[in-house]
């Protein structure tokens, strides 16, 4: 039976498993929303503004594990969406983006809405299509499935034709076998190298400082019972990554929390002094690193990492191991228990334990509070107590980003989704929305930067439209505040060009939205406000927490400088001398 190509696009997703789009229509992929229309059991969210939708998509997948679908129209349609195509390109999220393109006689002509978005995405996609026939339509649409969702994941964009979204054919849809057969060179490897698991094994039994470094990998493979009982059976601490929140409970006594340009001093210490460095899923970011000739300089490394592109990409190691990090893991920690899962220097690795923990009684993450004026960090912590810890978070970029790192403690996998490698102020707000329709049975808070949410605060309209009731914690000091801060430190105070002081009545705007506002201005107030949210569950709320304007993230490690040059809570430099181990 002959079918229009707009609705072999839609049966091919719906053959894909998909259950919601997020998308903006416009000329050239008006066909795919009629079909969409005519079919009715694929909900379509309709974003405000098409980042928006790629942002939406990001969360949906980031919280689910599956590929989240986004879909926009050509020209500007398709250039809006480019910033979450490289925002997932750098954090290894799943996504198919499908967008409209002129007809096919027209491509090259500079036509009304023509922008060659195949060649645009092309360094920020794992790879892209142009569909040029309809016969081909149902095979490329699957095959950008399977590659964005297998191997390191990321977003695969398919451009089609208006005139092919037209056109008849009885093509029909291909099985999982045939996509395979039609792509012979992309075979993600898997397994791991026993040879080289055998490697870590060794290297793990012999060390006498080790320390696991933690990233997306772990999250994107579902790794969390492996970390455990490796951390556990070989008493290795455990540090993460932003993108590897939540991989390893923060409120266990081997985690070290975030490590690299904030995170904490101990697991900026341990790395520093480790004699072993285990990076699970992990791309060793600058972020992370900080001045690369000094950064674990006494340790050899493991790296495990379905990539093999980011293996001694940025640091060379010492025992290359591909393959997905769930099953690496197991067989790593199956060879460790056929050796008897020996530690075999266990005084050392005790003293390395204790080393630890004087590390965290010396410098534990802290600032100071005040009566008067709310700290930032203080709304963070009522946000944790108000919900005990089990809230899916999501932020924009900035210093509230930081401080939702820092004071949030983060106990399973995807509960944490930021920005991580583009660093997209305004991803947020829409990536709340993708992740409370991803998962309506947990609480989705939002916590925003002043200038990250006016960048999409339109989406409040999408929110309110669907009934999507995110909570978002708008942490407002009036100033793009991580510029403030470099400025302060790195500039001698020359404040160019941050003062936001002119803004939105927060409040006013959420209820002309058809939204919830609340404003807090004093500490008391802020458990008070936090409470009536989270009473609202049929609309979103916005709370604008008016808190101390020229409070920094610290510690802070500055860019380019080793991790002996962290500047701590109070300001000052740590004490070169605990940096070091004696003996």
Not at 28 to 53: F, K, N, P, T, W
Not at 111 to 116: H, L, N, R, S
Not at 280 to 304: L, M, Q, S, Y
Not at 348 to 372: A, C, F, G, H, V
Request: glycine residues 10%; proline residues 5%.
């Amino acid at each position: 039976m002959s079918r229009k190509g707009a609705d072999i696009v839609i049966e091919t997703l719906k053959e894909e498993g998909v259950e919601v789009i997020f998308g903006l229509p416009g000329g050239a992929i008006m066909e795919v929303y009629d079909a969409l229309y005519r079919d009715g059991s694929i909900l379509h969210v309709l974003a405000r503004h098409e980042q928006g939708a790629g942002h939406m998509a990001e969360g949906y997948a980031k919280v689910t594990g599956k590929v989240g679908v986004a879909m926009t129209t050509s020209g500007p349609g398709a250039t809006n969406i480019v910033t979450p195509i490289a925002d997932a390109y750098m954090d290894s999220v799943p996504l198919v983006v499908i967008t409209g393109q002129v007809p096919t006689h027209l491509i090259g002509n500079d036509a009304f809405q023509e922008v060659d978005i195949v060649g645009i995405t092309r360094p920020v996609t794992k790879h892209n299509f142009l569909v040029r026939a309809i016969e081909e339509l149902p095979l490329l649409i699957r095959e950008a499935f399977y590659i964005a969702g297998t191997g390191r994941p990321g977003p695969v964009l398919v451009d089609i034709p208006k005139d092919i979204t037209q056109q008849l054919s009885e093509v029909g849809i291909p099985s999982e076998d045939k996509v395979k057969a039609a792509l012979p060179g992309y075979k993600p490897h898997v397994e791991g190298n026993i040879q080289q698991i055998k490697k870590a094994a060794k290297l793990i039994m012999e060390a006498k400082k080790p320390v696991l470094y933690v990233g997306g990998g772990a999250v994107n493979s579902e790794a969390q019972e492996e970390l455990i009982q490796l951390a556990e059976m070989m008493r290795i601490p455990v540090t993460t990554t932003t993108q590897g929140k939540g991989a390893f409970p923060e409120n266990h006594p081997l985690a070290l929390r975030m490590l690299g340009m904030h995170g904490t001093y101990y697991a900026n210490m341990a790395v520093y002094n480790a004699d072993l460095l285990i990076a699970v899923g992990a791309r060793f970011d600058d972020r992370v690193t900080g001045k690369i000739e000094e950064f674990a300089p006494d340790a050899k490394i493991i790296h495990i990492d379905i990539d093999p592109a980011s293996i001694s990409k940025n640091i060379t190691v010492d025992v290359p191991i591909v393959g997905d990090v769930k099953i690496v893991l197991g067989k790593l920690i199956n060879e460790l228990k056929r050796k008897g899962a020996k530690i075999l220097h266990p005084e050392d690795r005790q003293k390395w334990i204790e080393q630890i923990e004087k590390w965290k009684k010396m410098y534990p993450l802290t600032y100071k509070n005040s009566k008067e004026v709310i700290k930032p960090q203080y709304v963070i912590e009522q946000i944790y107590e108000a919900t005990g810890g089990d809230a899916i978070i999501t932020v924009g970029v900035g210093q509230h980003q930081m401080w939702a790192a820092m004071y949030y403690k983060y106990s399973f996998p995807r509960q944490f989704l930021n920005s991580g490698g583009l660093g997209t102020m305004g991803f947020g707000l829409p990536a709340a929305i993708g992740a409370k329709i991803g998962r309506p049975d947990k609480e989705v808070f939002c916590i925003d930067g002043d200038g990250s949410f006016i960048m999409t605060m339109q989406e409040i309209v999408t929110a309110v439209q669907y009934k999507i009731p995110v909570k978002v914690a708008i942490v407002n000091n009036a100033y793009l505040g991580m510029v403030r801060q470099w400025q302060e430190l790195f500039y001698d105070s020359r404040y160019s060009e941050v003062d936001l002081s002119l803004q939105p009545d927060f409040v006013k705007l959420a209820e002309s939205m058809g939204a919830v506002g609340f404003r807090a201005e004093k500490p008391k107030e802020v458990r008070e406000i936090l409470e009536e949210a989270m009473k609202i569950d049929d609309k979103p709320v916005i709370m604008d927490f008016v808190v101390d304007r020229e409070e920094n993230v610290l510690p802070m490690v500055p860019a380019g400088k080793s991790y002996r040059e962290m500047i701590l809570e109070d300001g000052k430099k740590a004490d070169a001398e605990t940096m070091y181990l004696v003996g």
